[in-house]
């Protein structure tokens, strides 16, 4: 690792704490590097906010 170089956790590991299924990105079928992988898990969405968005929008009264 140089200087510039941080650690940054596995794959594996940050899509098991998004609660996403084991190789919903991961899986070496996609080709994604890792830095891929993180990429897209970074700039992806937890279920469970979605969940909690889609639940809050239909919750709310509609304004006409």
């Known amino acids: ?8 956790p596995a794959p594996e590991f940050v899509e098991w704490f998004m609660g996403l299924p ?4 991961t899986n070496p079928e996609h080709g994604l590097t890792q830095n891929q992988q993180i990429t897209a898990l970074g700039n992806g969405v937890l279920p469970l906010q ?3 968005a889609i639940k809050e929008t239909e919750t709310r009264p509609q304004t006409p």
């Open 1 to 8: 690792m140089t200087e510039n170089e941080v650690p940054r």
């Open 22 to 25: 084991p190789g919903w990105i």
């Open 50 to 52: 979605a969940l909690l």
